[in-house]
């Protein structure tokens, strides 16, 4: 049995330290905040509610995967359910596009009737292009520590590739609609599509195939049930615990504790074994593994409360603008509000020039008068809150995969989950992330 101290209590260090403590191992996860979750958690104002962090879906087999081999299956304890549509795209006045979810089929149909006869195919045969890129990355990288020496040749060279998304979609596509949907997923998590390789369009495939979900009591519901899967499991958890640095020997350059603030009172924590799932930069030891990154700038949030009736919308909508002359806005419809009124988050990426709900209002969703309640975070708030950006590294070229520190580390015992580790930001990888720690660490 190792003594193992997980870093950071947000979704990666949450899902770490029950499948480790699963295993066998004794786990202390300390947390800087004063609660878990981080951007898996709510913001609350007089009786709404709305989700804090910028993801609203996930992909159910990473979800079912963290709960059977942690405890009991998802399906007793949470309620998955596929988001249809996936989202409405609205380019313009004229050209609104319900994207299905999980259905190739009813992508192509759609994007026919939105687009023009022709497009659906051509968007059908762009994602059915990503299916063996999402094989070779799924076997080397996604489900597996990732190793040159064991990697197939086809992963290699596409972790290597100079080719971008941006050249791959201006390539596929004379659409200017069907480029600014393949490009959206890249441009709202706040990168360069110029800088993001080609493979990152595979997301577009998997959403094809595998749908988007959600939970329909918000996403920071999951931040409860990992909590109580962490009680059941005999973690000890340690909030309001800021984590200073690692302490290795020396001789052997193995971690023998982590050093931490807790109640003021700065203390070494006994390791075998530490989980960094917070930004590395936090920590002296690997702040210099990772000095050729740079962290993602979160988008700008807005948190509304409406009263009054409102169009029917969708879960989420995106409202794309030109991005070297306005913001793309994206709002999501799922959160939690008294009788008669609506939660609805706003969320900005682009030249913002004017207030967010003023610019919601002037792209033709007009509810600015009917907002009772409002909490607007901006990107510093965010970063500020949860201690680093919830979106991970940002993209900047082909040596992001080389700089981006990995699930393991050259310090003997430190391994790192989250969205600053491999495979990257987003739900998704953060959850396979902590999958991938665990099968490094291995049972106790």
Known sequence: MARVVVIGGGFGGLASAARLAKLGHEVTLLEANASLGGALGYVEKDGFRWDAGPTSTLLPAVIRDFFRKSGRAAEKEIDLVPVEPARQHRFDEDTVLDLPSGSRAAQLEAIDAALGAGEGGRWASYC??????????????????????????????????????????????????????????????GHEPRNVPAWVGMWSYIEQNFGSWTLPGGMGQLTGVLTERLRTRGVTVITEAEADDLVVDVVTNKVTAVRATIAEVETDLPADVVVVAIDP????????????????????????????????????????????????LILRTNGAAPDGAHAWTVLGRGQLAEDIVTSLQRRGIRVRDQVEVRVDRSPRDLVEDWNGSPQGVLWQGRGTVKNRIGTSTPVGGVYCAGAHAAPGGGLPSVGLSAALVAQLVGPA
């Open 281 to 328: 930069r936090r920590l002296p030891t690997l702040a210099k593994l990772v000095e050729r990154t740079m962290p993602v700038i979160p988008p700008v949030v807005s948190h509304i409360g409406v009263v009054g009736d409102v169009p029917e919308l969708p879960h989420e909508v995106v409202l794309h603008g030109d991005p070297t002359k306005e913001p793309t």
């Open 128 to 189: 059915d292009d990503f299916a063996e890129v999402w094989e070779a990355l799924r076997k080397d990288y996604f489900e597996r520590p990732y190793s040159r020496e064991h990697a197939s040749k086809e992963t290699k060279a596409l972790l290597d590739t100079k080719f971008t998304l941006h050249k791959l979609v201006e390539k596929e596509f004379k659409n200017k609609h069907l480029r600014t949907l393949a490009l959206h997923q890249a441009r709202f998590e």
